[in-house]
């Protein structure tokens, strides 16, 4: 493995984070590398190609320790290295996702035929695209690949369906709602509760301080860069960037009370609910107040 500093310093300037070399975050790149590695010992991919997909899942203003933590290092690690063709990643990803596009399709069609078709055409959307850009390189890391792998197999189906004349059935509309997330499982349980979020959100915001809101309307709204901000308030764009991500945890915080008090979920279900919902809350939060902006 490379010196977990040098890994740290790549993945820093590849984030445009305004961080030097932190011991937290060379531990976690190593536990995730190591990770990685125990998960997939055939797959090939050199250390500073990982760390860069990593850091191209990172904003300049995210607490990367936890937004790594959150990530699901190893998927990411085989699908990088897939969609990248590197040694071994390829036959891996074929033996324990391609080869279940049978169980993915199933509900739609099992014939062996349609799902060969499926796979092929999976394939090309996968790793060639329609402009040489692969889909495989659009994983986000936030759901499992497997559950992304189905979602995006499902999709192809309903779509090769319809290219030859088949309408739609019940079972199909409603699969192609999930077909569009990385994780349909956690899509469900998102769409479950998305009237208590939006409630306990609706109610974070309005506890915020007016200069708060004020900054996350310059933010989200009129998508004004922190160094605009931070002239507009005569401070330096670190306190800017500062004070929205205080705002935005605060809001975070606030419906995380909120729904733990609402919600019969397992521990786990839980913490894996709010996880997505952390991964959407700055389009919620701009939909919520582009929403108040027209009242």
Same mark, same amino acid.
């Given at each position: 493995?490379?010196?977990?500093?040098?890994?740290?310093?790549?993945?820093?300037?590849?984030?445009?984070?305004?961080?030097?070399?932190?011991?937290g975050l060379s531990r976690e790149l190593a536990r995730a590398l190591d990770e990685a590695r125990r998960a997939w010992p055939t797959v090939e991919l050199p250390d500073e190609e990982f760390v860069e997909h990593l850091a191209a899942r990172v904003r300049p203003d995210d607490d990367a320790v936890a937004v790594l933590r959150q990530l699901r290092g190893s998927?990411?690690? &085989?699908?990088?290295? @897939? *969609? $990248?063709? !590197?040694?071994?990643?390829? +036959?891996?990803?074929?033996?324990?996702?391609?080869?279940?596009?049978?169980?993915?399709?199933?509900?739609?069609?099992?014939?062996?035929p349609f799902v060969a078709d499926v796979t092929q055409a999976l394939r090309i959307k996968l790793f060639v695209?329609?402009?040489?850009?692969?889909?495989?390189?659009q994983y986000s890391g936030r759901g499992a690949l497997e559950s992304w792998v189905c979602a995006v197999a499902i999709r192809t189906a309903i779509d090769l369906r319809r290219a030859g004349g088949h309408e739609?059935?019940?079972?199909?509309?409603?699969?192609?709602?999930?077909?569009?997330?990385?994780?349909?499982?956690?899509?469900?349980?998102?769409?479950?509760?998305?009237?208590?979020?939006?409630?306990?959100?609706?109610?974070? &915001?309005?506890?915020? @301080? *007016? $200069?708060? !809101?004020?900054?996350?309307? +310059?933010?989200f709204i009129e998508q004004l860069p922190a160094?605009?901000?931070?002239?507009?308030?005569?401070?330096?764009e670190t306190t800017i960037l500062r004070r929205i991500t205080r705002a935005r945890e605060a809001v975070f915080e606030q419906v995380r009370a909120a729904m733990s008090h609402n919600l019969r979920l397992s521990a786990s279900e839980f913490e894996e609910l709010l996880a997505l919902l952390r991964s959407r809350l700055d389009v919620s939060v701009q939909r919520l107040l582009v929403s108040e902006t027209g009242r």
């Open positions: 493995m490379a010196d977990p500093r040098e890994l740290a310093a790549r993945f820093v300037s590849r984030t445009g984070q305004t961080a030097s070399d932190d011991a998927d990411l690690y &085989l699908a990088c290295a @897939a *969609a $990248r063709g !590197r040694a071994g990643a390829e +036959l891996a990803f074929e033996r324990t996702l391609l080869a279940r596009v049978g169980q993915f399709v199933g509900s739609i069609d099992g014939a062996a695209g329609s402009d040489g850009q692969g889909k495989l390189s739609p059935r019940e079972n199909e509309r409603a699969l192609d709602v999930l077909a569009a997330t990385d994780d349909p499982e956690l899509e469900l349980l998102r769409q479950r509760y998305d009237g208590q979020f939006r409630a306990a959100l609706e109610a974070a &915001l309005t506890a915020l @301080a *007016a $200069r708060d !809101r004020t900054l996350l309307r +310059l933010y160094a605009q901000i931070g002239k507009l308030y005569r401070v330096h």
